[in-house]
Each structure stands twice: as C-alpha cells, then as structure tokens.
C-alpha cells in the first residue's frame, strides 16, 4: 500500500521518546481516517460520482438550480471532464473537480474539499479566471464572453460567521451597484447548517453531502426525487467492487500526498534548526566562548564545532 512507502513510514517509526507517543497516535488516526473517509459523501470521486456522471446529468442540473437561483433555470448541461482515470486518480495533488456548460453557454466549476484550506477564496478566483480566460479565441469578441461560475462545496468552516452559503459577485463599492454578472463564486459551509429549509432547496443537498444517513435525509427522500436518486448512487457506490476500488485508490493517493507533504515539512524543520544550532556556535565562538561552552549551548558535538571552525577559518 502507498502509505507503507519508506518515507511515509520514517514520519511515525523514526520518533524519540518524548514524540513516541503522539506519533503513534497520528498513526493510527491516520489509518483510521483511510477507513472512514470512505464513508463520505464529500470525497472528491464520490461527490464526482453523484454529480458529474452524464448518465444521470439531471443531478447535477437540479443541484445547479438550487444553487445559483437564476431567473432562467438551467435546462441542460454537458459535463465536460466526466473521466476517472487510474493514471489520474493517482497524481499527487490532482483535483477532481466537476467542469459543466449550460445550455446557454454558461461555464461552472465544482469542487468539494474535505481538508480545511485558508487560501480557498484565492484558489476559486484562480479556476475561475482561467475558465473565463479560456473561452477568447482568435476572432472572438469580448461581449461574446459568458458567465462563469466557480461553487465550492467545503467540509470545514473557511469564514468566521455562522453563515452556510455566500455570493460573491463584482459591485460598485461606493452605489454597490453590480458591474457584471460575467464572475459568481458560491462557497457552500457543510458544518455550518443546522436544519434544512424547504425555502432554500440549497440546504436539500448540503445536507445530503454533510451527512447523508441523516434523518433530514431520510425525510427529504420521501419527496425529493433528485436526492433519493443521489443516495441510491451513493450506497450503490459504497457496495460496488470496482467503484470502491476506486474511491480507495484515490483516498490512499490523497494520504500517500499529504503524508510525503508531512515528511518533506518535519525534514525542512529539522534542517532549519541544526542550521540555526550551527550559526549559534560559531556566534558563540566569535564572541570568545571556548568550543566546549559552545558545545554546551547548542547540544553539537566537539567535533562538529571544530570542523565549523575550520570552514570559517576562525582561531
């Protein structure tokens, strides 16, 4: 298994005895995560699964409606990157995010993520720039552009207040006036809802991703026939081999990733302090401190210390 690779295995087998402990913890919670994060709706092939399958578009199309609240609802959508590669599947850092166009000419990206991340209001400016950019084209008009839309759907809380689900979009900042319908970036907050709303069809799904074993859930499939579908594709998905297979490669190359991460930061950090424990020792010794005392002072040997003295030529 990836997470048995030697590197992932230096992070918990490599401790002293004050870490011992806590590292053996990490451990097993790190495999405790393996198994329960198969359970989840919010894993990104599963979420993939429910919503961004053509063979069941009209999904995606209800979830976009309750979403975005247009005027003119969305009839229909092309799922644009509807592939699960093994070879993708397993790129460290890869995102399966869900890319769709109305039958307007819309464009939509989708994310969920699980793993709390600060810079995520920067990384759905990014997708959507780059989405907005892509449609210019030799010989194409700038009033031809169209509306380009990014919702994040985030398993951890990204803004102080209580609030589940926030718009952005382009205003005037004195007559807050909008300028252009052209940018909407969605945020949806999981663990911030705490009932659904029959006047916010949005809380149907959110709360479906953030727990779908929920007795809302329960309730709602009784007389949501999108959400009753999505749950029988989830627990279908749960209980088949070759889709199980799959949502586990893709979770174990998640772990495989953020472990190396973890690895390559406690490597950086101890480096950063034998660095900073040289540079104290020959500052010790520049300040007239024998290399015993300076030996004293930053835990390096004698002999470490002497051959720092002589690569810095000091007496």
């Known amino acids: 298994?990836?997470?048995?690779?030697?590197?992932?295995?230096?992070?918990?087998?490599?401790?002293?005895?004050?870490?011992?402990?806590?590292?053996?913890?990490?451990?097993?919670?790190?495999?405790?995560?393996?198994?329960?994060?198969?359970?989840?709706?919010?894993?990104?092939?599963?979420?993939k699964i429910i919503l961004g399958?053509?063979?069941?578009?009209?999904?995606?199309?209800?979830?976009?409606?309750?979403?975005?609240?247009?005027?003119?609802?969305?009839?229909?959508?092309?799922?644009?990157?509807?592939?699960?590669?093994?070879?993708?599947?397993?790129?460290?850092?890869?995102?399966?995010?869900?890319?769709?166009?109305t039958?307007?000419?819309?464009?939509?990206?989708?994310?969920?993520?699980?793993?709390?991340?600060?810079?995520?209001?920067?990384?759905?400016?990014?997708?959507?720039?780059?989405?907005?950019?892509?449609?210019?084209?030799?010989?194409?008009?700038?009033?031809?552009?169209?509306?380009t839309i990014c919702i994040s759907v985030l398993d951890f809380r990204l803004f102080r207040d209580d609030r589940y689900l926030r718009k952005g979009c382009i205003y005037d900042d004195e007559t807050k006036e909008k300028m252009s319908d052209l940018l909407e970036l969605h945020f949806f907050e999981l663990n911030k809802l705490r009932e659904v709303d029959k006047e916010s069809p949005i809380t149907f799904w959110i709360e479906f991703f953030r727990d779908p074993?929920?007795?809302?859930?329960?309730?709602?499939?009784?007389?949501?026939?999108?959400?009753?579908?999505?749950?029988?594709?989830?627990?279908?998905a749960k209980t088949d081999p070759k889709l199980r297979a799959t949502i586990e490669a893709r979770e174990e190359a998640l772990l495989n990733y953020a472990n190396y991460i973890a690895c390559a930061k406690e490597d950086g950090i101890a480096e950063g302090e034998l660095k900073g424990k040289r540079e104290t020792a020959l500052n010790a010794i520049k300040m007239g401190l024998s290399v015993e005392q300076a030996a004293q002072l930053t835990g390096l040997s004698l002999r470490e210390i002497e051959s720092l003295k002589d690569k810095r030529h000091l007496s």
């Open 1 to 47: 298994m990836g997470w048995m690779h030697p590197q992932v295995l230096k992070k918990y087998l490599l401790f002293d005895k004050r870490g011992a402990i806590t590292k053996f913890i990490n451990f097993v919670a790190d495999l405790k995560m393996m198994k329960d994060v198969k359970e989840v709706a919010t894993g990104d092939v599963m979420f």
């Open 103 to 147: 039958g307007g000419g819309e464009l939509i990206n989708i994310e969920v993520q699980r793993e709390p991340d600060k810079h995520m209001t920067t990384r759905s400016l990014f997708y959507w720039s780059r989405m907005f950019s892509g449609q210019i084209v030799v010989g194409n008009k700038y009033y031809e552009l169209k509306r």
């Open 213 to 236: 074993y929920s007795d809302a859930v329960k309730a709602l499939c009784d007389y949501v026939p999108e959400i009753r579908e999505a749950k029988e594709i989830y627990e279908k």
């Open 53 to 101: 399958d053509p063979r069941h578009k009209n999904l995606l199309i209800h979830f976009l409606n309750c979403a975005i609240k247009s005027e003119d609802p969305i009839a229909d959508v092309e799922i644009t990157n509807c592939e699960l590669t093994p070879e993708y599947l397993g790129q460290k850092g890869a995102r399966l995010n869900i890319k769709a166009k």
